[in-house]
Nanobody
Framework: QVQLVESGGGLVRAGDSLRLSCAVS????????MGWFRQASGKEREFVAG????????YYADSVNGRFTISRDNAKITVYLQMNSLKPEDTAVYYC?????????????????WGQGTQVTVSS
């Protein structure tokens, strides 16, 4: 059984930074892509950022490109999302996700594993 456990959410002010973590446990993925998605109240879940585990290729949604950075720690089997210059419109529940086997491109990622989500609230 694969488990993805997020941590690091909270309440911050516009312009602040926050780092989310996602710890992976269970069976070891052979090839996979990790990503972060978010869902704001009343809106559909959307892709935020993704990373290929084998070569660390990354891809970002336009709305966060240049402000957010996704990274991974192979030894800890953990993926991070560093969020800088946060805006009120970044307020959402953030979900860690994984797709195994990895998709052809990160942009086409369709996760088959999800975390429980962590709330990020950015006040103006």
């Amino acid at each position: 059984q694969v488990q993805l456990v997020e941590s690091g959410g909270g309440l911050v002010r516009a312009g602040d930074s926050l780092r989310l973590s996602c710890a992976v446990s269970g069976r070891t993925f052979r090839t996979y892509t990790m990503g972060w998605f978010r869902q704001a109240s009343g809106k559909e879940r959307e892709f935020v950022a993704g990373i290929m585990w084998n070569d660390a290729t990354t891809y970002y949604a336009d709305s966060v490109n240049g402000r957010f950075t996704i990274s991974r720690d192979n030894a800890k089997i953990t993926v991070y999302l560093q969020m800088n210059s946060l805006k009120p419109e970044d307020t959402a529940v953030y979900y860690c996700a994984a797709e195994d086997p990895a998709p052809i491109t990160i942009a086409s990622m369709t996760p088959n594993y999800w975390g429980q989500g962590t709330q990020v609230t950015v006040s103006s």
